[in-house]
T-cell receptor, first 114, second 116 residues
């Protein structure tokens, strides 16, 4: 099976712009989670989607949003970008939303905000 | 919510030695504990995981132990090799129902360097 894929792999934006990142889960996986990874804060949970519904949400401002489509593909959007949003954004897919379901990560999208 | 602490933040060992990374968690409802390895510029990869009904699990040179009473779990790597050099993350997933179900809480990571 193909692994989790994310597009684009790299993005450069300026402050105030918005950005949309895409994640395609492993075939058959219905849950997609998003994480922000920075050197200072490590891996921080953004949100999780299952069956097109947001099931979990981390402590991020409302500028961060997401959605999931009927084919389980997911997008996240960041509006009004700030310098501090520069990070590696990782998505992970799992079969369901059970606590013991293994999460498989994509390669990430490296976002740089200038 | 759950809080996972990981120590040490950096670890240097000589090739062939053992490496141990320790994590503690706060939520007694957590019941799944995966470990991920992230090489520079690559995605986190699951290397081993343990469920709360098991105290120890081994996979070749890697083992994980879990002490539910003390709420801590550890990763043990024996006979380390230079290719083991990476950042290792521990995580915990709570079985508590509600908005936290299934969410992974990560430690801050340990940079392991294995010197030849």
């Amino acid at each position: 099976k193909a692994g989790v894929t994310q597009t684009p792999r790299y993005l450069i934006k300026t402050r105030g712009q918005q950005v949309t990142l895409s994640c395609s889960p492993i075939s058959g996986h219905r849950s997609v989670s998003w994480y922000q990874q920075t050197p200072g804060q490590g891996l921080q949970f953004l949100f999780e989607y299952f069956s097109e519904t947001q099931r979990n949400k981390g402590n991020f401002p409302g500028r961060f949003s997401g959605r999931q489509f009927s084919n389980s593909r997911s997008e996240m959007n960041v509006s009004t970008l700030e310098l501090g949003d520069s990070a590696l954004y990782l998505c992970a897919s799992s079969l369901e939303v059970r606590p013991t379901d293994t999460q498989y990560f994509g390669p990430g999208t490296r976002l740089t905000v200038l | 919510g759950e809080n996972v602490e990981q120590h040490p933040s950096t670890l240097s060992v000589q090739e062939g030695d053992s490496a141990v990374i320790k994590c503690t968690y706060s939520d007694s409802a957590s019941n799944y504990f995966p470990w991920y390895k992230q090489e520079l510029g690559k995605r986190p990869q699951l290397i081993i995981d343990i469920r709360s009904n098991v105290g120890e699990k081994k996979d070749q040179r890697i083992a994980v132990t879990l002490n539910k009473t003390a709420k801590h779990f550890s990763l043990h790597i024996t006979e380390t090799q230079p290719e083991d050099s990476a950042v290792y993350f521990c995580a915990a997933s709570t079985g508590r129902r509600g908005s936290t179900l299934g969410r992974l809480y990560f430690g801050r990571g340990t940079q392991l360097t294995v010197w030849p």
